[in-house]
Protein backbone atom coordinates (compact mmCIF):
# COMPACT_ATOMS: atom_id res chain seq x y z
CA UNK A 1 0.00 0.00 0.00
CA UNK A 2 1.40 3.44 -0.62
CA UNK A 3 1.51 6.23 1.93
CA UNK A 4 -1.20 7.95 0.23
CA UNK A 5 -3.80 5.14 0.77
CA UNK A 6 -2.90 4.73 4.34
CA UNK A 7 -3.50 8.18 5.21
CA UNK A 8 -6.93 7.59 3.72
CA UNK A 9 -7.78 4.30 5.51
CA UNK A 10 -6.70 5.94 8.28
CA UNK A 11 -8.63 8.96 7.87
CA UNK A 12 -11.62 7.21 6.88
CA UNK A 13 -11.68 4.90 9.77
CA UNK A 14 -10.66 7.43 12.32
CA UNK A 15 -13.60 9.84 11.21
CA UNK A 16 -15.95 7.01 11.13
CA UNK A 17 -14.81 5.29 14.48
CA UNK A 18 -15.56 8.55 16.07
CA UNK A 19 -19.20 8.78 14.93
CA UNK A 20 -19.81 5.27 15.59
CA UNK A 21 -18.53 5.90 19.38
CA UNK A 22 -20.28 9.05 19.45
CA UNK A 23 -24.20 8.00 18.27
CA UNK A 24 -23.26 3.79 19.15
CA UNK A 25 -23.72 2.85 15.77
CA UNK A 26 -20.94 0.30 14.70
CA UNK A 27 -19.49 2.87 12.07
CA UNK A 28 -20.17 0.47 9.10
CA UNK A 29 -23.17 2.75 8.05
CA UNK A 30 -20.55 5.86 6.93
CA UNK A 31 -17.50 3.74 6.27
CA UNK A 32 -19.13 1.35 3.95
CA UNK A 33 -19.95 3.97 0.89
CA UNK A 34 -16.35 6.05 1.81
CA UNK A 35 -14.60 3.04 1.71
CA UNK A 36 -16.20 2.35 -1.51
CA UNK A 37 -15.94 5.05 -3.13
CA UNK A 38 -13.13 7.96 -1.91
CA UNK A 39 -10.04 6.20 -2.77
CA UNK A 40 -11.21 4.88 -6.27
CA UNK A 41 -12.29 8.98 -6.64
CA UNK A 42 -9.22 9.73 -5.39
CA UNK A 43 -7.51 7.12 -8.10
CA UNK A 44 -5.38 5.31 -5.31
CA UNK A 45 -7.24 2.07 -5.22
CA UNK A 46 -10.35 0.50 -5.93
CA UNK A 47 -12.13 -2.10 -3.84
CA UNK A 48 -15.15 -4.51 -4.14
CA UNK A 49 -18.49 -4.35 -2.39
CA UNK A 50 -17.32 -7.74 -0.95
CA UNK A 51 -13.72 -6.54 -0.11
CA UNK A 52 -15.30 -3.29 1.58
CA UNK A 53 -17.60 -4.87 3.45
CA UNK A 54 -15.20 -7.87 4.71
CA UNK A 55 -13.16 -4.71 5.69
CA UNK A 56 -16.23 -2.67 7.76
CA UNK A 57 -16.41 -6.30 9.72
CA UNK A 58 -13.05 -6.35 10.89
CA UNK A 59 -13.02 -2.43 11.76
CA UNK A 60 -16.20 -2.71 13.24
CA UNK A 61 -15.27 -5.81 15.44
CA UNK A 62 -12.35 -3.54 17.04
CA UNK A 63 -13.82 -0.03 16.95
CA UNK A 64 -17.70 -1.44 18.90
CA UNK A 65 -15.44 -3.43 21.36
CA UNK A 66 -13.14 -0.14 22.36
CA UNK A 67 -16.35 1.99 22.17
CA UNK A 68 -17.89 -0.74 24.93
CA UNK A 69 -15.16 -0.93 26.99
CA UNK A 70 -15.05 2.81 27.60
CA UNK A 71 -18.13 3.14 28.55
CA UNK A 72 -18.01 0.14 30.77
CA UNK A 73 -17.74 2.09 33.75
CA UNK A 74 -20.69 4.82 33.02
CA UNK A 75 -23.85 2.68 34.23
CA UNK A 76 -25.62 3.20 30.37
CA UNK A 77 -25.42 -0.19 29.77
CA UNK A 78 -28.56 -2.54 30.04
CA UNK A 79 -26.95 -5.88 30.39
CA UNK A 80 -29.90 -7.38 30.31
CA UNK A 81 -31.01 -6.51 26.78
CA UNK A 82 -27.65 -7.36 25.62
CA UNK A 83 -27.59 -10.70 26.37
CA UNK A 84 -31.22 -11.29 24.45
CA UNK A 85 -30.33 -9.29 21.55
CA UNK A 86 -26.31 -9.86 21.62
CA UNK A 87 -26.67 -13.61 21.56
CA UNK A 88 -29.21 -13.51 18.58
CA UNK A 89 -27.83 -11.09 16.67
CA UNK A 90 -24.19 -12.72 16.64
CA UNK A 91 -25.64 -16.19 14.82
CA UNK A 92 -28.01 -13.78 12.53
CA UNK A 93 -24.87 -11.81 11.46
CA UNK A 94 -22.80 -14.98 10.97
CA UNK A 95 -25.42 -16.56 9.04
CA UNK A 96 -25.89 -13.02 6.68
CA UNK A 97 -21.92 -12.56 6.31
CA UNK A 98 -20.61 -16.44 5.07
CA UNK A 99 -24.31 -15.97 2.92
CA UNK A 100 -22.98 -12.96 1.39
CA UNK A 101 -20.53 -14.94 -0.56
CA UNK A 102 -23.30 -15.85 -2.71
CA UNK A 103 -24.35 -12.43 -3.93
CA UNK A 104 -22.83 -10.07 -6.64
CA UNK A 105 -21.23 -7.09 -5.81
CA UNK A 106 -24.33 -4.70 -7.02
CA UNK A 107 -27.16 -6.94 -4.66
CA UNK A 108 -24.28 -6.18 -1.73
CA UNK A 109 -24.82 -2.47 -2.43
CA UNK A 110 -28.54 -2.50 -2.75
CA UNK A 111 -28.84 -4.36 0.74
CA UNK A 112 -26.53 -1.61 2.34
CA UNK A 113 -28.74 0.99 0.76
CA UNK A 114 -32.36 -0.66 1.96
CA UNK A 115 -31.02 -1.13 5.67
CA UNK A 116 -29.53 2.55 5.49
CA UNK A 117 -33.75 3.55 4.12
CA UNK A 118 -34.83 1.90 6.60
CA UNK A 119 -32.67 3.05 9.44
CA UNK A 120 -33.73 6.49 8.05
CA UNK A 121 -37.49 5.74 8.39
CA UNK A 122 -37.00 5.16 11.50
CA UNK A 123 -35.41 7.81 13.22
CA UNK A 124 -38.09 10.27 11.91
CA UNK A 125 -40.17 8.36 13.45
CA UNK A 126 -41.54 10.44 17.09
CA UNK A 127 -40.40 9.31 20.40
CA UNK A 128 -42.31 11.78 22.52
CA UNK A 129 -41.23 11.60 26.10
CA UNK A 130 -38.83 8.98 26.17
CA UNK A 131 -35.52 10.74 27.68
CA UNK A 132 -37.36 12.26 30.71
CA UNK A 133 -37.55 8.16 31.86
CA UNK A 134 -35.52 7.19 34.59
CA UNK A 135 -32.22 4.73 33.69
CA UNK A 136 -32.99 2.45 36.47
CA UNK A 137 -35.95 -0.52 36.16
CA UNK A 138 -35.82 -0.31 32.32
CA UNK A 139 -37.88 -3.45 30.52
CA UNK A 140 -38.40 -4.67 27.09
CA UNK A 141 -40.26 -7.06 25.39
CA UNK A 142 -37.30 -10.03 25.17
CA UNK A 143 -39.53 -12.08 22.14
CA UNK A 144 -39.81 -8.67 20.01
CA UNK A 145 -35.62 -8.06 21.24
CA UNK A 146 -34.17 -11.84 20.01
CA UNK A 147 -36.40 -11.54 16.61
CA UNK A 148 -35.24 -7.85 15.92
CA UNK A 149 -32.00 -8.52 16.77
CA UNK A 150 -31.80 -11.80 14.24
CA UNK A 151 -33.10 -10.52 11.38
CA UNK A 152 -30.71 -7.53 11.89
CA UNK A 153 -28.04 -9.65 12.11
CA UNK A 154 -28.85 -11.46 8.86
CA UNK A 155 -29.43 -8.41 6.77
CA UNK A 156 -26.33 -6.29 8.25
CA UNK A 157 -24.02 -9.31 8.16
CA UNK A 158 -24.20 -9.06 4.52
CA UNK A 159 -22.46 -5.64 4.18
CA UNK A 160 -20.14 -6.64 6.84
CA UNK A 161 -21.48 -4.67 9.00
CA UNK A 162 -22.76 -4.94 12.86
CA UNK A 163 -26.52 -3.82 12.03
CA UNK A 164 -25.85 -0.97 15.18
CA UNK A 165 -27.64 1.92 12.78
CA UNK A 166 -30.31 -0.60 12.87
CA UNK A 167 -30.19 -1.52 16.25
CA UNK A 168 -30.50 1.99 17.32
CA UNK A 169 -33.48 2.88 16.03
CA UNK A 170 -35.25 -0.43 17.02
CA UNK A 171 -33.86 0.11 21.16
CA UNK A 172 -35.16 3.68 20.63
CA UNK A 173 -38.74 3.12 19.19
CA UNK A 174 -39.89 -0.21 19.41
CA UNK A 175 -38.02 -1.24 22.43
CA UNK A 176 -38.37 2.13 24.38
CA UNK A 177 -35.05 2.51 25.55
CA UNK A 178 -33.77 6.13 26.17
CA UNK A 179 -31.73 7.91 24.16
CA UNK A 180 -27.91 7.67 26.39
CA UNK A 181 -28.83 3.98 27.86
CA UNK A 182 -29.50 3.20 23.50
CA UNK A 183 -26.22 4.50 22.59
CA UNK A 184 -23.75 2.25 25.27
CA UNK A 185 -26.15 -0.64 24.93
CA UNK A 186 -26.09 -0.96 20.93
CA UNK A 187 -21.91 -0.29 21.08
CA UNK A 188 -22.45 -3.57 23.76
CA UNK A 189 -24.95 -5.41 21.24
CA UNK A 190 -22.62 -4.29 17.58
CA UNK A 191 -19.55 -5.79 19.88
CA UNK A 192 -21.15 -9.42 19.51
CA UNK A 193 -22.76 -9.02 16.42
CA UNK A 194 -19.22 -8.10 14.87
CA UNK A 195 -17.81 -11.56 16.02
CA UNK A 196 -20.13 -13.33 13.54
CA UNK A 197 -19.78 -10.86 10.73
CA UNK A 198 -16.07 -11.35 10.96
CA UNK A 199 -15.73 -15.15 11.23
CA UNK A 200 -18.00 -15.10 8.28
CA UNK A 201 -16.26 -12.76 5.92
CA UNK A 202 -13.04 -14.32 7.28
CA UNK A 203 -13.72 -17.80 6.03
CA UNK A 204 -15.24 -16.37 2.41
CA UNK A 205 -11.87 -14.53 1.98
CA UNK A 206 -13.24 -11.50 1.67
CA UNK A 207 -11.34 -9.47 4.46
CA UNK A 208 -7.90 -7.37 3.23
CA UNK A 209 -5.85 -7.12 6.18
CA UNK A 210 -3.35 -4.38 4.95
CA UNK A 211 -6.35 -1.99 4.91
CA UNK A 212 -8.51 -3.58 7.83
CA UNK A 213 -5.41 -3.25 10.12
CA UNK A 214 -5.01 0.59 9.46
CA UNK A 215 -8.22 1.31 9.95
CA UNK A 216 -8.54 -0.85 13.17
CA UNK A 217 -5.65 1.14 14.54
CA UNK A 218 -8.06 4.25 13.80
CA UNK A 219 -10.76 2.58 15.41
CA UNK A 220 -9.19 2.06 18.19
CA UNK A 221 -7.89 5.71 19.06
CA UNK A 222 -10.91 6.99 17.89
CA UNK A 223 -13.85 5.20 19.14
CA UNK A 224 -13.39 5.82 22.86
CA UNK A 225 -12.65 9.11 22.55
CA UNK A 226 -16.43 9.63 20.52
CA UNK A 227 -17.77 7.25 23.09
CA UNK A 228 -16.86 9.63 26.27
CA UNK A 229 -17.85 12.68 24.77
CA UNK A 230 -21.33 10.94 23.38
CA UNK A 231 -22.18 10.57 27.47
CA UNK A 232 -22.30 14.82 27.69
CA UNK A 233 -23.99 15.64 24.60
CA UNK A 234 -27.67 16.40 24.95
CA UNK A 235 -30.14 13.22 23.30
CA UNK A 236 -32.05 15.52 20.92
CA UNK A 237 -28.87 16.69 19.32
CA UNK A 238 -27.21 12.55 19.03
CA UNK A 239 -30.33 12.15 17.32
CA UNK A 240 -30.18 14.85 14.63
CA UNK A 241 -27.10 13.55 14.05
CA UNK A 242 -28.24 10.07 13.94
CA UNK A 243 -30.68 11.27 11.24
CA UNK A 244 -28.08 13.39 9.32
CA UNK A 245 -26.13 10.59 9.24
CA UNK A 246 -28.17 7.81 7.98
CA UNK A 247 -29.72 9.92 5.15
CA UNK A 248 -26.83 11.45 3.63
CA UNK A 249 -25.30 7.92 3.27
CA UNK A 250 -28.21 6.09 1.89
CA UNK A 251 -28.69 8.39 -0.92
CA UNK A 252 -25.39 8.44 -1.87
CA UNK A 253 -25.25 4.53 -2.11
CA UNK A 254 -29.00 4.83 -3.81
CA UNK A 255 -27.75 7.48 -6.62
CA UNK A 256 -24.69 5.34 -7.03
CA UNK A 257 -26.80 2.41 -7.75
CA UNK A 258 -29.52 3.95 -9.67
CA UNK A 259 -26.74 6.25 -12.32
CA UNK A 260 -24.16 3.43 -12.48
CA UNK A 261 -25.89 0.34 -11.69
CA UNK A 262 -24.19 -0.54 -8.26
Same mark, same amino acid.
Given at each position: ????L?? &?L?L??????F????V????????YP???? !?P????? $?S?T?????G?? $? &?? =??????????????????H?E? &??Y?????L?GSFV????G +???? #??? !?????A??AS?A???????K??? %? %? +?? @???????R?V??????????T? #????A??A??? =????LL????PT???V?????????????S?????M?? %??L??????????S???????? +??G?? &???? +??H? @? @??????S???? =??Y?I?????
Amino acid at each position: MSVELIL &VLFLIGFIGSFLSGLVGIGGSIIKYPLLLY !VPSMLGI $ASYTAHEVAGVS $A &VQ =VFFAALAGAFALRKAKVIHYEL &VLYMGVSILIGSFVGAYGG +RYMS #GTT !VNIVYAVLASAAAVMMFLPKRGL %D %D +RS @LTGITFNRPVAVLAAFAVGVTS #GIVGAAGAFLL =VPIMLLILKIPTKMTVATSLAVTFLSSIGSTVGKVMTG %DVLWGPAIVMVVASVIAAPLGA +RLGTK &VPPK +RLHV @L @LILLITSTAGK =VWYEIVTTGG
